[in-house]
């Protein structure tokens, strides 16, 4: 099993920058493809951001595309999200997410996930 820690979420007025950090270990940590999810309160938890195991290939929701880049770093097993021109909207936890096979959009084919980090962005 992947064990994940997330980390660099706060509060940030919109139109700021944050960026969020997932570091990774236990099983095959860098060949897992990595995913951000968030939760606003009374909401579903939705997809953010994938990225494969080496990193070749990203999805997007289309709600943040073009403003978070989603990136890894295998020789530190750490995923980054960098979230630039943030909204209020945007508001939410943050949760990293691994699966042992290739990128996925949807949230129950995600078999690891770390405890979250709260992000807030006000107006």
């Known amino acids: 099993q992947v064990q994940l820690t997330e980390s660099g979420g706060g509060w940030v007025q919109a139109g700021g920058s944050l960026r969020l950090s997932c570091a990774a270990s236990?099983?095959?940590?860098?060949?897992?493809?990595m995913g951000w999810f968030r939760q606003a309160p009374g909401k579903e938890r939705e997809f953010v951001a994938t990225?494969?195991?080496?990193?070749?290939?990203?999805q997007y929701a289309d709600s943040v595309k073009g403003r978070f880049t989603i990136s890894r770093d295998n020789a530190k097993n750490t995923v980054f999200l960098q979230m630039n021109s943030l909204k209020p909207e945007d508001t939410a936890v943050y949760y990293c997410?691994?699966?042992?096979?290739?990128?996925?959009?949807?949230?129950?084919?995600?078999?690891?996930w770390g405890q979250g980090t709260q992000v807030t962005v006000s107006s």
């Open positions: 236990g099983r095959t940590a860098s060949t897992s493809a």
């Open positions: 990225i494969s195991s080496r990193g070749g290939v990203t």
């Open positions: 997410s691994a699966r042992p096979y290739g990128t996925s959009r949807l949230l129950g084919d995600y078999d690891a």
